[in-house]
């Protein structure tokens, strides 16, 4: 049963657009949010992340938002770069249980056009 | 900085037979985990070493997987016999502490045959 869950296998935007990538989660429990950018052939390297005492974070180009209430939380990139185009993981843990445990969605492959 | 090493990076072998992966975490890192991504599935938790002590290993999927931290510096991830179903991506991880975020190696692609 899956706990993160990643509805939107790919997506595919145009160069200088918003890429909004979407992630849902079941458990309560889960407080801290991650977001994963993986290359082929590399491992999966942090992006950005956010606690559940905030609603929105962001760095540069990248802007996290949660909404607790339902669940979810959202990765949006503008404006969208060919470099950017990789699959991408969120991840959700619980700070107070066994906060090592990183529990990931399937992923989404992000293509940006030139 | 030396990020995680994961060694070979590729390995085919087959069903029957044993596969050792290595990880090299960074330096300094008391943190090691090791992860699997199963071909177009999440990526799932396997073991979570301190130092050279298994403080989690809940993901394992059985017990042909054995994994180990001698030293507490690199570890291995052995698979004896391997079947069809643990071909997919191993994936190892460092980190400080457990409120740092981790650093992912690049992962080894086990194919077994």
């Known amino acids: 049963d899956q706990q993160v869950k990643q509805n939107s296998p790919s997506l595919s935007v145009q160069e200088g657009r918003i890429s909004i990538l979407n992630c849902d989660y079941t458990?309560?429990?889960?407080?801290?949010f991650l977001w994963y950018k993986k290359y082929p052939a590399e491992g999966p390297t942090f992006l950005i992340s956010i606690s559940s005492i905030k609603d929105k974070n962001e760095d540069g180009r990248f802007t996290v938002f949660l909404n607790k209430s339902a669940k979810h939380l959202s990765l949006h990139i503008v404006p969208s770069q060919p470099g950017d185009s990789a699959v991408y993981f969120c991840?959700?843990?619980?700070?107070?249980?066994?906060?090592?445990?990183?529990?990931f969605g399937k992923g989404t492959l992000l293509t940006v056009n030139p | 900085e030396a990020g995680v090493t994961q060694f070979p990076s590729h390995s085919v072998i087959e069903k029957g037979q044993t596969v050792t992966l290595r990880c090299d975490p960074i330096?300094?890192?008391?943190?090691l985990y090791w992860y699997r991504r199963v071909m177009g599935k999440e990526i799932k938790f396997l073991l979570h070493f301190v130092k050279e002590s298994k403080q989690d290993e809940s993901g394992m999927p059985n017990n042909r997987f054995l994994a180990e931290r001698t030293g507490g510096t690199y570890s291995t991830l052995k698979v004896q016999p391997a079947e069809l179903e643990d071909s997919g991506v191993y994936f190892c991880?460092?980190?400080?502490?457990?409120?740092?975020?981790?650093?992912f190696g690049s992962g080894t692609r086990l194919t077994v045959v």
């Open positions: 991840a959700v843990k619980n700070s107070g249980g066994s906060n090592y445990k990183l529990t």
């Open positions: 330096s300094g890192h008391d943190n």
């Open positions: 458990n309560s429990m889960f407080d801290y």
């Open positions: 991880a460092s980190s400080q502490g457990t409120d740092y975020g981790y650093t």
